[in-house]
């Protein structure tokens, strides 16, 4: 007998878009996001992306289903579920560029290790950095792994691959204090509130330009949404939620600022664009008010990513209590340490000096250059 097409249901429950169809006689449901970040457009693609395996007479994946369509169909309409935006984007994007391009019709059964590890090497030659080599290392991992839990392969090709040796990993700049400095100097009021927001604050350029006055208290800042794409959406983790403490002269700025802004009303952007209804848009505030500015000093390198990862870094030379910084930046404390604080050549230097000033007969037997 035909099977039915199903075009399911889609309804709002306690703010978030609840999905409903039937499968095997049986009546389904699954919790799609929050009505305030996911558009019904998007529910309703989630919810056609559901249907379509029942839809179009698929039974259970097998090895001999292609890549691509595993992936379509029942890999990245899962991890939607637990992404954030920012994240699905990024990783679709990855995904569709490189494996879908060169895997995408291939089996799921007539991959192995030694050629999912070549290929990973042959993406050191095409000049990926590091960091995407190790994040499609992670795709192919997450994407078998699952194959393996749909009963659609025994054993997953991808469980001991590893990032290449010869993987190239960019340098991770600071900025020094002069530096710091020299950017305060150049830039207009506008930009040199946000730069001090990220340099003095340390908070991200989405939390930043997401800002309304509602969210500006007497002594803090209260990080509730950030923009991606020019959305709102709702902070990048949980501990990303949180109180940004202000310095005084942050303070002074913020209430200068208030003074010339287009309205102050609590709803109102801290930073709008030219007609006050949207907030400006990061990429195009870099390109015309940032970068030519910041290029005529040699900062051009400064970017907003750096001006945090300074922060982290700054804070440090400093020796305040790193849990205090990871509060502040909105991450655990092991990425704060680990991953944004860089620490300066001078401040090494100076721990150096002071380790070699407790070795026993260090001085003395000191050659002079």
Not at 28 to 34: A, P
Not at 224 to 229: A, D, E, F, G, N
Not at 279 to 300: C, H, M, Q, T, Y
Request: charged share 25%; with cysteine; glycine share 6%.
């Amino acid at each position: 007998m035909r099977k039915r097409h199903q075009k399911g249901s889609l309804t709002k429950v306690n703010g978030r878009w609840v999905a409903q169809w039937r499968e095997d006689g049986q009546r389904r449901k699954r919790r799609l996001g929050l009505v305030a970040v996911l558009t019904k457009a998007e529910a309703m693609k989630q919810l056609e992306e559901l249907l379509a395996p029942i839809n179009q007479g698929a039974g259970s994946p097998s090895s001999a289903e292609p890549l691509g369509r595993f992936i379509e169909l029942v890999m990245l309409p899962f991890y939607r579920r637990k992404w954030k935006r920012s994240t699905t984007v990024t990783c679709e994007s990855r995904i569709r560029k490189h494996l879908l391009a060169k895997f995408g019709s291939r089996p799921l059964g007539s991959f192995d290790r030694v050629e999912l590890q070549d290929w990973l090497e042959s993406k050191v030659e095409e000049g990926l950095s590091h960091s995407t080599i190790d994040h499609l290392r992670w795709d192919l991992s997450q994407i078998f792994k699952m194959a393996v839990a749909e009963g659609c392969i025994s054993r997953s090709p991808a469980t001991l691959l590893f990032t290449p040796r010869a993987a190239i990993t960019a340098p991770k700049r600071r900025m020094s204090l002069e530096e710091v400095n020299l950017c305060f100097e150049v830039l207009d009021e506008r930009e040199r509130l946000i730069a001090m927001l990220a340099l003095t604050a340390g908070m991200r350029p989405g939390e930043i330009l997401a800002l309304q006055w509602e969210h500006i208290q007497p002594n803090h800042i209260e990080v509730v949404q950030r923009i991606y794409h020019q959305e709102i959406d709702t902070p990048k983790t949980k501990h990303s939620v949180r109180s940004v403490a202000l310095s005084p002269v942050l303070k002074v700025s913020l209430e200068s600022w208030r003074e010339v802004a287009l309205s102050d009303d609590p709803e109102a952007w801290v930073f709008p664009s030219e007609h006050g209804r949207t907030s400006v848009i990061a990429e195009n505030i870099w390109r015309r008010n940032f970068l030519p500015r910041l290029k005529a000093v040699g900062l051009e390198w400064a970017t907003f990513l750096v001006m945090r990862r300074t922060h982290a870094s700054l804070m440090r030379d400093l020796d305040v209590d790193p849990k205090l910084v990871a509060d502040q930046l909105g991450h655990t404390l092991d990425v704060s340490l680990n991953v944004y604080a860089k620490s300066g050549l001078a401040r090494r230097g100076e721990a150096l000096a002071l380790l070699e000033s407790r070795l026993k007969g260090a001085q003395t037997n000191a050659t002079p250059i």
